[in-house]
């Protein structure tokens, strides 16, 4: 299966439910959570059925869903009474984190149950290997922690608030995504996870077993705890260096990419995308960006590849604090800072290929307005092709033109599960039998 550059709200997998489920739901859920765990309150409908898609223009004109409840476990063993429960009443699951997926992905398409991960935040143990935490912990908590022990994570996404569950189940890539890939290869070393089933426990995954549940936004089964992967702490430093165009740092970047220990994260934007990020010294306006975590022991080689590429080194700084700042100048958040700054006229494709670089301006003239925001990913070029939005149809059309350029892309304007497909939905029907988690996935 392969999803449409553009997905349209149909009832395609909606679940056989009514409001007398929804009613006899929200009574278990009372006897199991207590007054305070499950509501039905406007405000609290409205704010889960939020997300990071907002970004896409095409998502944001479609009506993508509203739950019917929001429930808040608080200890991880009642996440099983809660799937019991929903399952006896044939109630659709959405589980969500902090909701920051862009592709409307946490949005319950037919209504039904939320279940809201955010309580359950308890970090159990950092070992030399793996850290643990319940699925709500925040990402950032886990690197802090991991920092505490001499260790770093493998990944993380620039958005750093959001949740271990929610990345696992929504997210890719991020922060240390250079050496270690996307986070459905090898991040993950073990999982506590909830079927839909009517005899619904938490089950243990290990290793492999546990590999075919990330990235599946939660159709195949509920996260309740996680461990992945962290590694020896290196010394990092934070590099700005600004260029007088956007070919210049473009190349360097493409170049900076092949040093030794490899950076953790290179991301580079032209002079328009780097005056909408937020206000710093280090990001000159007027001028083109390229920033990276570097080694310690690469900064020599760094500082100099830079400057004799056309570079200006604007600041070499420090520390978790500032690791975790420029994390949050990478992957989406150029692109959502460009939306903020001019609301209304811009969409992305996710796009990917050394063509980003070789062959640039092509890229960048396939949309009006084009502009690119480059990411230096696991032995590939990857970005965010901004360009002014106009319709649906522009933005189909421009991917035959992109493909031919050689660029492989990933249109964040659909919701169906996208990686591996058939094989998701073959693991699906057996943790789900009843189509009841996430429902609406399948393109
Ligand atoms: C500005 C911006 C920047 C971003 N940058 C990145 C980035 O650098 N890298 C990246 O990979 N993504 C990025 N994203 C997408 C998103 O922020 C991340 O994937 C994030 O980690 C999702 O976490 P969350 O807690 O917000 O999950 P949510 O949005 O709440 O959920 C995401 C998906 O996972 C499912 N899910 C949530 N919790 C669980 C659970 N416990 N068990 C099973 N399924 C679950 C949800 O149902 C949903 O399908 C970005 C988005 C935005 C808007």
Known sequence: MTAPVVAVATDEGRPDFGPDDVDALADDLLAILGPRGVTSLPRALDRAARDGSGMSPILSAQDLGTPDLV??????????????????????????????????????????LVLDMTSLTEIQSVTERSVTAQAGARMINLEQAAWGRDSQLWMYPS??????????GGGSAGTGTIVHGRNHQGFVDALDVVYATQDAEIVHLDGDDAQPFVHTYGVAGIIVSASVRVEPLQQWRCVYASFGSQREAFDAAFDLAAIEPKPRLLSADGAVVTAALPDDPALVRGRASVRGIVDARA????????????????????????????????????????????????????????????????????????????????????????????????????????????????SPHQW????????????AQRTDPRGLLNPGRWM
């Open 71 to 112: 429930c808040y476990p608080r200890t991880a063993d009642v996440v099983p009474d809660i799937v019991r429960a929903a399952v006896a009443r044939g109630v659709p699951i959405t589980t969500r984190g902090k909701g920051t997926g862009n592709y409307g992905q946490v949005i319950p398409r037919f209504g039904g």
């Open 159 to 168: 958005t750093v608030q959001s949740t271990l569950g929610g990345f696992l």
């Open 299 to 410: 900064l020599d080689e760094a500082t100099d590849l830079l400057v004799a590429s056309g570079g200006r080194i604007e600041a070499v700084r420090e520390g978790i604090a500032e690791t975790v700042k420029l994390s949050t100048l990478s992957y989406n958040h150029p692109t959502w800072w460009l939306q903020k700054a001019q609301p209304g006229r811009w969409f992305h494709m996710e796009v990917r290929g050394d063509a980003l670089v070789h062959r640039l301006e092509e890229v960048e003239q396939v949309y009006e307005g084009g502009m690119l925001h480059l990411e230096v990913g696991h032995q590939m070029m990857f970005g965010m092709l901004n360009g002014i939005y106009r319709n649906p149809a522009q933005v189909i059309d421009g991917v035959a033109a992109l493909e031919e350029l050689g660029v492989g892309v990933h």
């Open 416 to 427: 169906y599960v996208d990686l591996d497909a058939d094989r998701v939905h073959a693991l």
